[in-house]
């Protein structure tokens, strides 16, 4: 197994450049840039993006920012599962929930030959001579629906194949898995050499299914886990009385409620929720790096601060006796 996460501690805690491709609201180039550089003036040395980040957008951005840095002093990590195609003419592109993103089809394909034109379209975007760890994303139920069991196999006899090839030629330091579902993720431990998941909104301050069987499979097996939708979909930033932010979509009341009882807690310890919610999982000793978005200027230096910040052991206590922590938890 690899873990280029030894390699330097500025990487765990890492910047998530999904909202570079214009996930939320339509960053010009020029804020992109500048959100790029406060990152990198406040210390953030790890750097994750996918094709899928508003259809190549994202890796164009942080391609162009990262040429202009020296290659040792940063990790880069994309995803494979998709290529992307221009549209025919006449066709009427689908954003496909981005704001504004590049006018292409994404491709699923997660074969042999699907990972390696994937990998190349990357690298031509990123300009980048070597990328550190890909991910195969979202090889989950939530995002594949009825494709998923075709997919899946797809990788298993095929995908994965492209990408150990590149790993055992030096070509890749680590491979892995970036995924929403907890099951799922340790049933492709059991059955793949893999060195890192990258396990999206299932180990949190809010919910941890993580802890059932994939998080002890993947210390048993010395597999490295990257924590990434931390927040939940913003729910664990700011509890809303009533909708959406959490899961990328409407919250139910229970999880709402829950948020909230989290919040309160917190508030009475004196403590900001959001640094709670950075803070919880790198206590795990699996979980080598979070992972966070961000997308506009400000948001950058409140996410270090929160990384930053001190958290009183008696928070967790707190949320123990409350019956909003699971029992097992590790904890700062």
Known sequence: MTNPFEENSAYRFGFGASGLGTLSWDVPDDVADAILAEAWAEGFRYYDTSPLYGYGLSELRLGRFLRNKPRGEYLLSTKVGRYFVPYKRGETPDRGGWVRPLPLRPVLDYTYDGFMRSLEQSYNRLGAQTIDIVYIHDLDRRNLKAGFDQHYRETLDSG????????????LKAIGIGINEADVAADLVSKLDLDVVMLAGRYTLLEQPGLADFLPLAEKKGVDVVAVGIFNSGILVKPPEAGGNYDYGAAPPEIIDKARRIAAVCAEVGV?????????????????????????????????????????????????????????????
């Open 160 to 171: 994965y194949r492209a990408l150990d090839e590149l790993r055992r030629s030096g070509d």
């Open 272 to 332: 900001e929720m959001p640094a709670a919610a950075v803070h919880f999982p790198l206590a795990h000793p699996v979980v080598k790096a979070v992972v966070v978005g961000m997308s506009r200027l400000g948001a950058v230096k409140q996410n270090f601060d929160w990384y930053r910040a001190s958290i009183p052991e008696v928070l967790w206590d707190r949320l123990r006796a409350e019956g909003l922590l699971s029992a097992n938890a590790p904890t700062p």
